[in-house]
């Protein structure tokens, strides 16, 4: 049996942040990632300041800054009754003013590449975690199977975190059951292609009983068509020439190339959930991220509330797993109060735009949509007073409770051009 001091399990953004911040502290940390690679269609692309201001301070902006992303300084709907600007990100304090869409397979690779650095860090691909380790009722460890070869491997550690979404099998091999929230939606994740002649940036329309974001790829719009929750099977029972029509009518200028969408097999279904543990940790373990608390798509928030648990978590427990390699309950239940109150604020306002928003417009049809349309309160407010709009704009792009690298896992940008 290899051993480490720290296993993380899952490679998204909250592994691998913590993964570079506790190699950064000298932790042995190995990250088991259950793919070959980070390629996959319709994760969260958001890129957000609070995040743009932790990779300045882990020297990595400037690597950042020369992958493709787009910065987007507004977030704005369009309704029936008008277009709406949600949220300014130019009245954001400090260096970063807007937020950033990348592909997150980008993001990733850059957070290895930087992790890989450092003489403590192991990353393990195709590595598929099947049950825990456990030594006098604590969790010590994993056991996972090679998804290329079959060949099992345990790996025994100090502490165990996972960092595996919302599907979380480590959550599941500890028994351990969120409480849910009920949602009015799912989403379905297409591409559209892109003309030279389309406009730049995040478009959002929301009509009588639709609803769609259109995020700027580049060479290709990434699309977000929000449906009732449970009326994927209906959508697809009604063909993707159904599906065509539906685009249309909700967004016109796409209807020249809806054709690129050759079935409903490029249609992706995500199922919304938002749920929380009550309980975050348990000997030996620690949930971070969509295994602790699945978010809504709402605001594209899930991947800064990640993040801010890593950094977090590493600022908390890498100097215990450095010092002596044990890591006591008191400090993994430090982590939970510093993170909790963040996460129940923005659940608890994601689930009030779900009833007062979007269950509204999901369940609206045009025939009930009033002759003269109005825009709604909340939008009328944040119109007439527009310094309201820099309030919801640090709401999404750096959260209530913003996290740092701590000083140990701080390098000067020189050092990350010179990697780079």
Not at 156 to 168: E, F, H, N, P, Q
Request: hydrophobic share 45%; net charge positive; charged share 25%.
């Amino acid at each position: 049996m290899m051993n480490t001091e720290c296993v993380v399990v899952g490679g998204g953004p909250a592994g691998m942040v913590l993964g570079l911040l506790l190699a950064r502290r000298g932790v042995r940390v190995t990250v088991l990632e259950k793919h070959s690679d980070f390629l996959r269609d319709f994760r969260g692309d958001t890129v957000h300041a609070s995040t743009l201001a932790l990779l300045d301070e882990l020297g990595l902006g400037e690597r950042f800054a020369a992958m493709p992303h787009r910065d987007v300084e507004r977030m704005a709907v369009r309704l029936d009754a008008g277009e709406a600007q949600i949220a300014d990100f130019r009245r954001l304090p400090g260096a970063h003013k807007h937020i950033a869409f990348a592909p997150q397979w980008d993001l990733l690779d850059l957070l290895a590449a930087a992790a890989v650095e450092e003489p403590t860090f192991t990353l393990v691909r195709n590595a598929e975690v099947t049950g825990l380790l456990r030594e006098r009722g604590a969790v010590a460890g994993v056991r996972y199977r090679d998804r290329e070869t079959g060949e099992a491997h345990t790996l025994g550690a100090a502490l165990t975190v996972a960092c595996d979404g919302r599907s979380s099998a480590v959550r599941a091999a500890a028994g351990l059951a969120p409480r849910r929230f009920g949602v009015p939606m799912d989403v379905v994740w297409f591409r559209l292609p892109r003309e030279r002649t389309d406009p730049d940036g995040v478009f959002g329309r929301l009509s009588a009983g639709r609803f769609a974001i259109t995020i700027d790829r580049g060479d290709y719009w990434q699309c977000a068509y929000v449906i009732p929750k449970g009326r994927d099977a209906a959508l697809r029972s009604a063909g993707i020439e159904g599906f065509r029509r539906d685009v249309a009518a909700l967004l016109p200028w796409t209807a020249d190339r809806l054709d690129s969408l050759a079935s409903l097999d490029d249609v992706k279904l995500l199922d919304v959930e938002l749920n929380r543990l009550r309980r975050w940790y348990a000997g030996g373990l620690l949930l971070l991220g969509d295994a602790a608390h699945a978010m809504s798509p709402v605001g594209g928030v899930g991947i800064n509330l990640a993040v801010a648990d890593a950094v977090a978590a590493a600022r908390i427990v890498g100097p215990a797993l450095r010092s002596d390699g044990a890591v006591p309950p008191r400090l993994l239940r430090r982590v939970q109060r510093r993170r909790w109150l963040p996460t129940a604020l923005i659940q608890g306002v994601q689930r009030g735009i779900h009833r007062a928003i979007l269950a509204r417009a999901l369940t609206a049809t045009p025939a009930r949509a009033p002759a003269a349309p109005r825009l709604p309160q909340a939008l009328r407010v944040l119109r007439r007073f527009p310094a309201l709009q820099g309030v919801t704009a640090r709401m999404v792009a750096i959260g209530p409770l913003p996290e740092h690298a701590p000083p140990w896992a701080r390098r000067p940008a020189a050092r990350s051009a010179a990697g780079g």
